[in-house]
Every structure is written in structure tokens, then in C-alpha cells.
């Protein structure tokens, strides 16, 4: 018996790829006309975002007093269907099972989330006001404001999370995880869209830093690269199975500094003015204004 030809491989193997016991898991049925949402096109987004938060910073056009109006229209607009496009694709693909929505439904849904998420820009551009003036009189580095919007990895990653949280409120599916994975590639900063952070936050330098999803920041927090807010393990449901839906991050207080390669783990609570020293690990409740360091921690 010879060796099996090069065809009979590839025909063979197509076949074992082709066995339902081997995709099941992986497969997802595509309707007619029906996408997944598209990486590319949400960076595009983003960046329409970016453009119409910080005019002037982002974006292809010259932007003057006397334009600026004409632009944000135009990006508006533009931000408008892209993201009706692309909440329509995370809608569908999030209705498991489901192959006969009526179409038109699901797309005034996402019409409608598009416009919603669209008229909360002056209040988030407001709140990213407050993000850039924290990290300014944080850092004697910046020469300005401007060097914190056009440069600060710090601030593109808490700009991708304010974004993606404000979709998470309304409760699109996987686009908000997406938008904030893109910041992760890009600056190595991991901000859950869930997790809910106050006014006048700011990140130095960033890498490494990871905020979970039902960690709760107050204002004025400044952090630095390396820290993690990590979610303790809980122990398995009734069935056995991952215990969800279940604030397991810490809760930080206002005006309070996290410094270098901290890791806060579990529901603790960190009081407000309290200041956590580099490389600890801090697995309790820290009082008001107390100061951690390696030789004060449990």
C-alpha cells in the first residue's frame, strides 16, 4: 500500500475539518447579509470620535473657529452610519440562534443606539477635559495640554475605555470590548468597559496597567504603569460552572495614588486619599488617607 497522494491528504483533512463534532463549539451561522463587526472599520470609528472630542488633534482637515461646525457635522454624520453599520453586525451576532429577526427591526435598534451613544459627546468631551487637565499637572514632563491629547498613551487608552463604556451602558454587545482591546494593542493599557472610573483620572506611562470590569474608581485617581486591579477567584455556581455578574474588583476612593507594579486583588475597598507604594499586593481594606508600602502590608 503506497503513501497516501498530496490530493487524498488535503481531501481527508477538509472532510475531518468539515465534522460538525469539530466546529461546533467554534461555528458561528451567518444570516443573509449579516457580518461580524469589522476590527477596521471600529479604528475608523474611534478615530471619528477622537476628531470630533479633540478637533483640531485628530482628523484629515484643517479645522478653524469658523469651520468647526461644518466638520463636526460632517464627522458626525459619518460616525453616525459607520457605527449604525456596525451595531447592527454586534446585534445579530450577539442574537444567538436567531435567523428570523425581521431586518429593519434590528437595524432601527441600532440606529437608535448610534444616535443615543452620539449625544452623550459633550458630556464625554467634557469628562475627557477633566482627564487631560489631571494628567498635565501630573506630569512636570508635559509642556501642555496639547502634548497630553496628541501624545500620552495614558489618555488614547482611557479615551478608547470612556468611549466603549458609554456603549457598555447602553448594552451593545462585544463593540465596547473590541474598542478597548484596540487601546490594549496599541498602548498595553487594559481597561475593561465595565468598570466604572470617575472624574480626573489619569495613567502615567500605562504599560502593563489593568483596570477589571467591575472595578469602581473614584475621582482624582492617578495610577501608574504595572498596576492591576485584579478580580479575586470565586468559587464555582451551584452548577459548577464560572461565577459571573458578581463585583468581585477592588472599589477606590477619590484623590487616591496607586504607584508601579501594585496589584489590588478581591472586593477591597482603598479609602479616600490613601496611597499605594510600588510592588505590593494588597488583598485587604486600606483606611483613609493611609500610606502602603513593602513594609506595611499584610
Not at 47 to 75: E, M, W
Not at 101 to 124: G, H, K, N, W, Y
Not at 158 to 177: C, D, F, K, Q, S
Request: hydrophobic share 35%.
Amino acid at each position: 500500500m503506497g503513501l497516501p497522494t498530496h490530493s487524498n491528504i488535503l481531501s481527508e483533512t477538509v472532510d475531518r475539518l468539515s465534522e460538525i463534532d469539530s466546529y461546533r463549539p467554534l461555528f458561528h451561522q451567518y444570516r443573509d447579509q449579516e457580518a461580524l463587526p469589522s476590527v477596521e472599520v471600529l479604528k475608523e470609528i474611534v478615530d471619528l470620535c477622537r476628531a470630533i472630542l479633540f478637533p483640531g488633534y485628530y482628523g484629515k482637515a484643517n479645522i478653524s473657529r469658523q469651520t468647526l461646525r461644518y466638520h463636526t457635522g460632517v464627522n458626525i454624520e459619518t460616525l453616525h452610519a459607520l457605527l449604525t453599520g456596525q451595531l447592527y453586525a454586534g446585534l445579530c451576532f450577539a442574537a444567538e440562534g436567531c435567523e428570523t429577526c425581521p431586518d429593519e427591526t434590528v437595524r432601527r435598534r441600532a440606529a437608535s443606539l448610534s444616535e443615543s451613544f452620539i449625544a452623550t459627546f459633550p458630556r464625554l468631551r467634557a469628562l475627557l477635559a477633566t482627564d487631560v487637565e489631571a494628567t498635565f499637572n501630573g506630569d512636570p514632563a508635559a509642556r501642555n495640554q496639547g502634548e497630553v491629547i496628541f501624545c500620552y498613551p495614558g489618555l488614547r487608552a482611557v479615551t478608547n475605555y470612556r468611549i466603549a463604556h458609554e456603549l457598555y451602558l447602553l448594552g451593545v454587545p462585544y463593540i465596547p470590548r473590541i474598542i478597548t482591546e484596540l487601546a490594549h494593542s496599541e498602548t498595553g493599557i487594559d481597561i475593561h468597559p465595565g468598570a466604572s472610573v470617575g472624574h480626573h483620572f489619569s495613567i502615567d506611562h500605562g504599560t502593563g496597567t489593568v483596570i477589571g470590569e467591575t472595578s469602581v474608581i473614584g475621582n482624582h485617581v492617578r495610577i501608574f504603569q504595572g498596576v492591576s486591579l485584579a478580580g479575586e477567584k470565586l468559587p464555582p455556581d451551584e452548577n459548577g460552572k464560572v461565577t459571573r455578574n458578581v463585583p468581585r474588583h477592588p472599589v477606590v476612593g477619590d484623590h487616591v495614588t496607586i504607584y508601579s507594579n501594585a496589584t489590588l486583588i478581591g472586593r477591597i475597598r482603598i479609602g479616600d486619599g490613601a496611597t499605594i507604594c510600588g510592588n505590593v499586593w494588597i488583598a485587604r481594606d486600606v483606611p483613609a488617607g493611609e500610606v502602603i508600602t513593602q513594609t506595611k502590608r499584610e
